[in-house]
């Protein structure tokens, strides 16, 4: 039986706050500093994927990067209400291609 991995949503939040409908935990944070404890402690205390808005990532870059490499947590970039790169979308579409061979989002 596989255990499900619990799942974490940082950023603003006008972004992320209707996210706990969901069932997920949610963590309205925009400090770069303690954006970067945030996701060592999520990391370290078994969360399996974390959702964090562009903006907020933009805040994390070396944090972010740390993990990039590792199995879990599997960290993506989603789009916020305001502020957006693209990267988000770009950082999807490659995610689905990797487990999918091909994207399937176009």
């Known amino acids: 039986m596989s255990e499900l991995l619990k799942t974490a949503v940082i950023g603003d939040s006008a972004s ?5 409908a969901l069932g997920l935990s949610v963590f309205c944070e925009t400090e770069a500093d303690k954006i ?15 959702y964090i808005t562009e903006p907020a990532a933009a805040l994390a870059v070396d944090t972010i ?12 970039l989603i789009p916020a209400v305001g502020g957006n790169t693209g990267e988000g979308m770009r950082g999807l579409h490659e995610t689905v291609e990797k487990a999918v061979g091909s994207d399937i989002l176009k």
Request: glycine share 10%.
């Open 16 to 20: 992320v706050s209707g996210f706990s």
């Open 36 to 50: 970067s404890v945030l996701i060592n402690k999520l990391a370290s205390s078994g969360f399996g994927v974390i």
């Open 65 to 76: 990067k740390k993990y990039r490499s590792r199995r879990l947590p599997s960290i993506v």
